[in-house]
């Protein structure tokens, strides 16, 4: 691994006591890899390998038991110029933003709502939270179920009570869409929640009181107060949420399958049917290719201007 | 990418929280306790104290109830998706009967193998990258970290394709893995969250602790078993109820690396039972009140641990 690894049996003529501090300096260098080994074996295996995989196929026709043929840039053209995946990439933008801004706001809400030390709000906040540990396959059913078309489904139920027609949300390619990405707010919300109240935990109480008696509205004391303490919380949530939304696939494939009519498409969902039911290996992996670059790139500029704020 | 001072039990936040409440324990005689949240909740009756009442409770209807009709839908004999309700009409378990005619236990035994192998192979692996990249140093340190911190941003969605090709023919030993476990579990072994979370922790932990094991002649394995890992406890508690929580979620993983259908997880095989035309939404429901059962029930054990490691993750990123 390192330099000390020089094979000692050179040294014949020099004392014993050299040698073995060798071999300690050796059994030093060589020690940590051996308990890296396993970790960075499995990430070798089942995350590198495929990564490296993936990009490899995107560049061939990839043909069972005729052997596959170099096409250049074939696939990713292909892919790209295709109005589904494009359509796709459309949604999963729409829903990917969309839903990390509902769902830092709903958080926001709640974790105002229910901020406090008392036992009582100690297990509201314990119920609340329970979407966020639920698997998703289990949420998706549940929903679906819950969007249930006829006036007696519970989110239906629940409008007609309001005065309004029942929907049939899931069914509806204007309004599937829209319904998925309520459910997906409805899950991640809470989890915004904790991370919203341990902000606030960490507000001066003095400040509220010296704003009391400034005489400021509830609204400037939020604005000044509140918000400028949990704002760098808020700030990293929201954007790493927003790009962990382009990779959603669990929600809507559970929920929808990507229908009706193709309106919940996207990016992963596409990708998966071109690869699995279309048996597109090559342009599947082109636009998992693309999606993985666009993460990396997002990610990395994130954080670079975070650490640049850091720094300021 | 920075690494910033993780530190699930004593967060500064929180640190900082038990200050605050303090100081407004101290202030509780002086000034009411409007003070003390940000919206300025009064504890007393009166006006704002109703409508924090009502508005907890729609939070509570929308976030929380969903589950007693999940319950209440499983246990009732109509099992009709329009028939759901927060109490059940008529209690049965025909739903559960049926379910279990349909396989669910065998899937349920499935997602508990996966689940257990797949959280103790996951904290052993990060236990010991952890340990390597906390107490040692070495060269090629930084890259190996960044190494792990990749791992996170390839998730199994976006090598979807590829991995399952790697997983029916795993390169130089040439295994076929689909069809068992350890084709869920092993890709799950190296999570890169997890070993930042426990690097992080150790980091902390005092040298001389260390050093005096080292004097009374303490080797590696046992430094790490004896007196490293017992001080971990508080970051293992969150290693493992999130790790848990994100193997009991995997969807796409169980999904491709099947064989055939026996091979699902209780998760994925809900799929199964909603498309078979013969059950209706009460066995779904069942089904899902089977793959509920055992997060909620590491949820309402580890809570606290669970929190602490949001909260921390987040200052993280």
């Not at chain 2, 907890?56 to 007693?68: E, K, R, S, T, V």
Request: hydrophobic share 50%.
């Amino acid at each position: 691994m390192t330099a000390t690894t020089v094979a000692p049996e050179r040294r014949g003529g020099l004392a014993k006591r050299v040698l073995a501090r060798k071999t300690v300096l050796a059994r030093k260098a060589f020690l940590p890899w051996l308990f890296l080994a396993p970790g960075l074996l499995l990430a070798l295996v089942f995350k590198f390998v495929p990564m490296g995989k993936g990009v490899w196929l995107s560049f061939f026709d990839v043909r069972p038991f005729l052997g596959d043929q170099w096409i250049g840039l074939d696939n990713y053209t292909r892919v790209l110029s295709d109005h589904r995946f494009q359509d796709a990439v459309g949604h999963t933008l729409v829903l990917g933003i969309g839903q990390s801004l509902g769902a830092i706001v709903v958080g926001f809400v709640l974790a105002l709502l229910l901020e406090g030390q008392t036992r009582s709000l100690k297990i509201m906040r314990t119920a609340v939270f329970l979407p966020v540990v639920t698997a998703t396959a289990v949420v998706g059913e549940l929903w679906r179920l819950m969007y249930y078309p006829t006036s007696d489904g519970l989110v239906n139920s629940a409008l007609g009570f309001l005065g309004l027609g029942p929907t049939p949300f899931l069914d509806n390619p204007d309004t599937a869409l829209w319904a998925t990405m309520a459910m997906g707010i409805w899950m991640v919300a809470p989890y915004n929640m904790v991370i919203i109240l341990a902000g606030l935990a960490g507000v001066d109480r003095t400040l509220y009181e010296a704003a009391a008696m400034d005489g400021v509205s509830l609204w400037q004391r939020l604005r000044y107060v509140t918000l400028p303490a949990i704002r760098p919380a808020i700030g990293i949530v929201l954007t790493l949420a927003a790009i962990r939304g382009l990779r959603v696939f669990t929600e809507v494939y559970v929920l929808t399958g990507g229908g009706p009519a193709g309106s919940t498409e996207v990016w992963m969902t596409r990708a998966y049917t071109l690869g699995f039911t279309r048996n597109d290996i090559g342009g599947a992996s082109a636009a998992s290719v693309v999606l993985l670059a666009v993460t990396l790139l997002l990610t990395v500029t994130v954080n670079y201007f975070r650490k640049r704020g850091d720094v300021r | 990418m920075s690494a910033p001072a993780l530190d699930p039990v004593r967060t500064p936040s929180s640190d900082e929280a038990a200050a605050a409440s303090r100081r407004a324990d101290k202030q509780a005689r002086t000034t009411p306790a409007r003070f003390d949240t940000a919206l300025g909740w009064n504890d007393r009756p009166g006006v704002s104290w109703v409508l924090r009442i009502l508005l907890c409770a729609i939070a509570l209807g929308i976030f929380a109830a969903p589950f007693l009709t999940i319950l209440s839908g499983s246990l009732s004999t109509h099992p009709s998706g329009s028939s759901l309700s927060f109490l059940p009409h008529d209690s049965t378990l025909t739903n559960f009967r049926v379910a279990g005619e349909r396989g669910i236990w065998d899937y349920f035994t499935n997602s508990l193998v996966i689940a257990g192998g797949g959280l103790l192979l996951q904290l052993v692996v990060c236990v010991l990258a952890a340990y390597a990249l906390a107490r040692h140093r070495f060269r090629g340190q930084a890259i190996v970290m960044t190494l792990f911190m990749l791992t996170m941003m390839l998730p199994e969605e976006v090598i979807a394709i590829p991995l399952s090709l790697v997983l029916g023919d795993v390169p130089v030993v040439g295994l076929d893995l689909k069809g068992t476990v350890w084709g869920v579990i092993l890709p799950l072994g190296a999570w890169g969250f997890s070993v930042m979370l426990l690097t992080e922790f150790m980091k902390d932990i005092p040298s001389e602790i260390e050093e005096a094991a080292r004097l009374d002649g303490v080797g590696e394995l046992r430094m790490l078993w004896q007196v490293i890992l017992p001080l971990c406890k508080p970051a293992l508690g969150v290693a493992g109820v999130l790790g848990f929580i994100m193997i009991w979620d995997q969807y796409l993983l169980p999904l491709i690396a099947a064989k055939d259908p026996t091979d699902y997880t209780v998760t994925v095989a809900l799929s199964i039972l909603r498309t078979d035309p013969e059950v209706g939404s009460g066995v779904v429901l069942a089904g899902a009140v089977i793959a509920l059962v055992p997060s909620l029930v590491v949820y309402l054990l580890l809570q606290r641990s669970l929190v602490t490691g949001i909260a921390a993750g987040a200052t993280k990123g």
